[in-house]
């Protein structure tokens, strides 16, 4: 049977990774809506190869040029936040919601609001507004499949079981490109070499929070949302080899772990054709020839992103949407040329530390403690030299 579906930014990584294992099954998928920020060409060519029925760009001043490109098809062109928003309401069997950054919150919450299955990759849907976004989906009986390799492996594992059994849920991480750095190494280390990822073929700011272990703090923070299991039974070790995605130890001391190839078309299939399987266009996984699979802990003395953002699920309050935006901040100064490496996690404990915000209750509430924590980052970043 045919599925409806609505990707919300369909230029990006995960966007394109969804629409190359659509068009791998293109009769079981009427693809609805595509959006992006603006790209409004290779919008418009997603949308013709496609079908979609719906293209928008998020940015009005590009809808000019959508229509352009997309002039004779037959599809309709929107742009600007609330057509976003529209276009997430719409009616589908599945939106997968790819949005980057605040700007993926609202058009995540009115899928939501309608009631919908989503598959989520934005990471700022639980992180900044994480008690907002979980009380919408029990409220309008929404369904969230998470996307993240590492959430995903988590509901793979947790299939058919009770999350009252569950003793232990453990996050692996990489260790991005730096894990073997020492201090004066991580001091003096660029832009080129953070992006460099060794396992992974991400963004630049994703690449960095890789570098930083901050994108493992961020996953930690979804994962309490999504896995109410309490802090204490959540933890973080370093895996190298990144096949396996995740593990979860049940209190009879059995522990399931998902394994897979390093790319994300696994975990969108996962969300693709759930509570089914799919096929995917990637290798088996040939264990002899990887050899060998090693773990360790995090040494948050040189990586510290991971205990800030234990802290902030602890702090409570807008602390984690705090944490996230000083992060977006430091990491574009970082990529700019602003400030050095090491200081990215030094400007947000230091706006964790001045900036204390209210609980959010609304999503109108998340963005203003974002804008708020943002100011206050800008304003620390003016004390930070480079270094």
Request: hydrophobic content about 45%; glycine content about 8%; overall charge negative.
């Amino acid at each position: 049977m045919t599925r409806s579906l609505t990707i919300l930014g369909a230029t990006g990584s995960v966007g394109a990774s969804t629409l190359d294992l659509i068009s791998r099954n293109r009769d079981d998928w009427q693809v609805e809506v595509l959006t992006a920020n603006c790209s409004a060409h290779e919008l418009a060519k997603l949308a013709r190869e496609f079908g979609a029925k719906l293209a928008v760009v998020g940015d009005e001043s590009c809808l000019a040029e959508l229509r352009e490109a997309l002039s004779g098809s037959g599809i309709e062109a929107a742009g600007g936040a609330q057509a976003l928003c529209d276009a997430a309401a719409r009616p589908v069997d599945l939106t997968v919601a790819a949005i980057v950054g605040c700007a993926g919150l609202a058009p995540v919450m009115a899928a939501i609001e309608r009631g919908g299955t989503v598959a989520l990759a934005n990471k700022e849907a639980l992180v900044s507004a994480g008690d907002v976004m979980t009380a919408a989906v029990a409220n309008h009986g929404a369904t969230l499949l998470p996307v993240d390799s590492e959430h995903n492996a988590i509901f793979q594992c947790l299939a058919g079981s009770d999350i009252a059994d569950v003793a232990r849920i453990t996050l692996t991480a990489s260790g991005g490109p730096f894990r073997e750095w020492s201090q004066a190494q991580l001091d003096a280390a660029t832009p080129e070499q953070a992006v460099a990822h060794p396992n992974w073929d991400m963004g630049a700011k994703i690449s960095v929070d890789s570098a930083t272990m901050m994108n493992k703090g961020l996953e930690f923070i979804e994962a309490h949302h999504l896995f109410p299991v309490g802090l204490d039974r959540l933890g973080v070790v370093v895996h190298p080899q990144s096949v396996i995605h995740s593990m979860v130890e049940y209190k009879d001391r059995s522990t399931l772990a998902q394994l897979g190839p390093s790319d994300m078309r696994v975990p969108i299939a996962s969300c693709l054709a759930h509570p089914a399987r799919m096929v995917t266009p990637m290798q088996p996984l040939d264990l002899p020839m990887i050899g060998e699979l090693t773990f360790f802990k995090p040494d948050e003395a040189r990586f510290p992103a991971t205990r800030l953002a234990r802290e902030a699920i602890q702090a409570g309050g807008g602390a984690p949407a705090t944490l996230n935006a000083a992060n977006e901040v430091a990491v574009a100064a970082f990529l700019a040329g602003q400030i050095g490496f090491t200081r990215i996690a030094v400007v947000v404990e230091d706006v964790l530390n001045r900036y204390s915000a209210a609980t959010p209750l609304s999503l109108d509430d998340v963005l203003s403690v974002d804008g708020e924590a943002r100011q206050y980052a800008s304003a620390v970043l003016e004390s930070h030299a480079l270094v």
